[in-house]
């Protein structure tokens, strides 16, 4: 069991916390929040943890939290988290404040071959080699009271975190890779990442195999539905669901009649039946043969494949190699765009990764580098 304090309930205990995490080099921060019926995370718990310090607060308690927020935005204080975007996400919503700067521990581990998107529960036993529960990772932290087992697990969070944030370091400053992690940090720290336009939300959705007509459809309702989500802070899902989405733009319905005949959306017709017409309307006004699809969701031309799966088997022996996780060398997307284009705008074709990615996957395009296997491993030849 960990000793565990008192919740924070008050605006002065936790000024007095966040006066002494002031002047540590470096502070654990966690937060618990449920975004399962709503739009926006709600804030339930914030957890932080420092040298000889450990503490939660309760941000549904009476408490101003502006010394929390102040804290995020102390340059003088690293703060460290484990998968930071959603706890980034948060506090900017909250306070319009992007901690930094920041120290991201899963972004450290692919760095250093601990896989893709390692748990923190994996990394706790990897490198420290304990155990941390994750009986209480699902529960509904707005609940009131607290109970020990839940606080324990909650501080956990953060408490083992800063022994794994010292190792990491340590260990990016031993292998020269602390600059590789400042593209993940820039995109992290950057504003933009955290104001999704609704206009964007047809990202999340899947358009191959749909006609150029259906894709249109799918475009304008996703931006609807983005926008209505927001409006009511109910989630996505709660307005329209993807598979109704989906047998929408199959249909192209034009009345309320034809719209409630199909299975998947009927209880959307409820109060939204003339709203989704409308966008079903707008996407049938224009001509099919003047839609321009979004480069995002191009199909890849069958010439192309085989080139992207000969990268791909590329990228794994490179990371093999380097035992660096394939995901922070290259994504699917710059693989494609490899194939398709000579020399394309990608993170793969520029800084760290150009040297040791990048470079081999240009000259394996131009017929001076190629694949073989050695001892039942691949290797790289160059010609």
């Given at each position: 069991?960990?000793?565990?304090?008192?919740?924070?309930?008050?605006?002065?205990?936790?000024?007095?916390?966040?006066?002494?995490?002031?002047?540590?080099?470096?502070?654990?921060?966690?937060?618990?929040?449920?975004?399962?019926?709503?739009?926006?995370?709600?804030?339930?718990?914030?957890?932080?943890?420092?040298?000889?310090?450990?503490?939660?607060?309760?941000?549904?308690?009476?408490?101003?939290?502006?010394?929390?927020?102040?804290?995020?935005?102390?340059?003088?204080?690293?703060?460290?988290?484990?998968?930071?975007?959603?706890?980034?996400?948060?506090?900017?919503?909250?306070?319009?404040?992007?901690?930094?700067?920041?120290?991201?521990?899963?972004?450290?581990?692919?760095?250093?071959?601990?896989?893709?998107?390692?748990?923190?529960?994996?990394?706790?036993?990897?490198?420290?080699?304990?155990?941390?529960?994750?009986?209480?990772?699902?529960?509904?932290?707005?609940?009131?009271?607290?109970?020990?087992?839940?606080?324990?697990?909650?501080?956990?969070?953060?408490?083992?975190?800063?022994?794994?944030?010292?190792?990491?370091?340590?260990?990016?400053?031993?292998?020269?890779?602390?600059?590789?992690?400042?593209?993940?940090?820039?995109?992290?720290?950057?504003?933009?990442?955290?104001a999704f336009d609704?206009?964007?939300?047809?990202?999340?959705?899947?358009?191959?195999?749909?006609s150029r007509l259906?894709?249109?459809?799918?475009?304008?309702?996703?931006?609807?539905?983005?926008?209505?989500?927001?409006?009511?802070?109910?989630?996505?899902?709660r307005v329209l669901?993807?598979?109704?989405?989906?047998?929408?733009?199959?249909?192209?319905?034009?009345?309320?009649?034809?719209?409630?005949?199909?299975?998947?959306?009927?209880?959307?017709?409820?109060?939204?039946?003339?709203?989704?017409?409308?966008?079903?309307?707008?996407?049938?006004?224009?001509?099919?043969?003047?839609?321009?699809?979004?480069?995002?969701?191009?199909?890849?031309?069958?010439?192309?494949?085989?080139?992207?799966?000969?990268?791909?088997?590329?990228?794994?022996?490179?990371?093999?190699?380097?035992?660096?996780?394939?995901?922070?060398?290259?994504?699917?997307?710059?693989?494609?765009?490899?194939?398709?284009?000579?020399?394309?705008?990608?993170?793969?074709?520029?800084?760290?990764?150009?040297?040791?990615?990048?470079?081999?996957?240009?000259?394996?395009?131009?017929?001076?580098?190629?694949?073989?296997?050695?001892?039942?491993?691949?290797?790289?030849?160059?010609?």
């Amino acid at each position: 069991m960990i000793d565990l304090p008192a919740i924070i309930t008050s605006t002065g205990d936790l000024q007095q916390a966040c006066a002494r995490l002031s002047r540590q080099p470096f502070v654990t921060v966690d937060t618990e929040f449920l975004r399962q019926t709503t739009y926006r995370p709600k804030l339930c718990l914030v957890q932080m943890a420092g040298d000889g310090i450990e503490v939660a607060v309760d941000p549904l308690a009476p408490v101003d939290l502006s010394s929390f927020y102040a804290l995020m935005a102390n340059e003088a204080v690293v703060k460290v988290f484990h998968a930071a975007r959603q706890d980034i996400e948060i506090v900017y919503q909250e306070a319009g404040v992007i901690p930094y700067p920041i120290f991201d521990t899963q972004i450290a581990a692919m760095a250093l071959g601990h896989g893709e998107a390692i748990s923190y529960g994996a990394l706790v036993k990897k490198l420290l080699k304990r155990n941390h529960d994750k009986t209480y990772q699902s529960i509904d932290w707005c609940v009131r009271p607290i109970g020990p087992r839940q606080l324990e697990y909650a501080l956990g969070d953060v408490i083992y975190l800063r022994d794994i944030y010292v190792k990491l370091r340590q260990r990016l400053q031993e292998t020269g890779r602390e600059s590789w992690l400042e593209e993940e940090v820039a995109f992290l720290t950057d504003p933009k990442t955290y104001a999704f336009d609704p206009a964007d939300a047809w990202k999340r959705m899947k358009l191959g195999g749909k006609s150029r007509l259906a894709k249109a459809i799918i475009i304008e309702l996703s931006a609807w539905r983005e926008r209505t989500a927001q409006s009511e802070n109910v989630p996505r899902g709660r307005v329209l669901k993807d598979e109704a989405i989906y047998e929408i733009a199959k249909h192209a319905p034009r009345s309320l009649d034809a719209l409630s005949r199909l299975r998947t959306v009927r209880e959307s017709v409820k109060g939204r039946g003339d709203a989704i017409l409308r966008c079903v309307a707008s996407a049938l006004a224009h001509d099919p043969s003047d839609l321009i699809m979004p480069d995002g969701h191009a199909e890849l031309p069958a010439s192309a494949s085989a080139t992207v799966e000969l990268l791909r088997v590329l990228l794994k022996a490179v990371s093999a190699e380097l035992n660096v996780a394939s995901k922070l060398l290259a994504s699917s997307d710059d693989l494609e765009k490899l194939a398709q284009f000579d020399h394309p705008d990608i993170p793969a074709l520029k800084g760290w990764r150009l040297k040791f990615f990048g470079e081999k996957a240009l000259a394996l395009k131009t017929g001076k580098l190629a694949l073989g296997i050695e001892n039942k491993e691949v290797r790289l030849f160059p010609l």
